[in-house]
Each structure stands twice: as structure tokens, then as C-alpha cells.
Nanobody, 112 residues
Framework: QVQPVESGGGLVQPGGSLRLSCAASTSIVSINVMGWYRQAPGKKREWVATITNGGSTTYAPSVKGRFTISRDFAKNTVYLQMNSLQPEDTAAYYC??????WGKGTLVTVSS
């Protein structure tokens, strides 16, 4: 099954930064909306950020001001820059294409 592929997760100390990448399964020019979601252990998957085809971005209140979603049409990739990471940001992060296709996720662990 065709799906996006996430990368860039890892272990980072509190206050640190990571950049996640999502290599799209199809041209992102043709996708109306792409988003990042996350799922912490024992919790439901939650929405993190969205970017539309027109470039509009929206963020969950918990990450606004710390995370930035962006895209590179030439690389057909969507990014999630995460700054000022906190332990509560620990989760598997998933890329979503057009509210339809999901990646397998990349794990982010924030711990000292």
C-alpha cells in the first residue's frame, strides 16, 4: 500500500529540537491538506499541525509557538520543526496525506 514515510525521530533532552520529515507518497501539489499527528503511550492519537495546499497552517494549542509545519515541493516533503521540546511531547508522530493515508510513524522521546 502506498503511504507517506516519516523520519527524523529520536531521543532529545528537554528544551531541545528535532525536525521530522514526511516523504509523501504522491505529489503534495495535488494534496489539499497534509498534517502531523501524534500518539503518546496509552493515549489517543491527536492532531498536531496542518498545512493546506495554499500554504495555510494551523496548530494545536499545545504546540503553537514551538512547532512549525512546512513543505518543500521540490523534495515532495513536509516537515515538522519542533523546538523547546518537553517530556509531554514524547509520542509516535504520524504524517497524514489528505485525511486519508497514514505513515507508520516515527518515535520522539524527550527525556534527560
Amino acid at each position: 500500500q502506498v503511504q507517506p514515510v516519516e523520519s527524523g525521530g529520536g531521543l532529545v533532552q528537554p528544551g531541545g529540537s528535532l525536525r521530522l520529515s514526511c516523504a509523501a507518497s504522491t505529489s503534495i501539489v495535488s494534496i489539499n491538506v497534509m498534517g502531523w499527528y501524534r500518539q503518546a503511550p496509552g493515549k489517543k492519537r491527536e492532531w498536531v499541525a496542518t498545512i493546506t495546499n495554499g500554504g495555510s497552517t494551523t496548530y494545536a494549542p499545545s504546540v503553537k509557538g514551538r512547532f512549525t509545519i512546512s513543505r518543500d515541493f521540490a523534495k515532495n516533503t513536509v516537515y515538522l520543526q519542533m523546538n523547546s521540546l518537553q517530556p509531554e511531547d514524547t509520542a509516535a508522530y504520524y504524517c497524514n496525506e489528505g485525511l486519508v493515508r497514514w505513515g507508520k510513524g516515527t518515535l520522539v522521546t524527550v527525556s534527560s
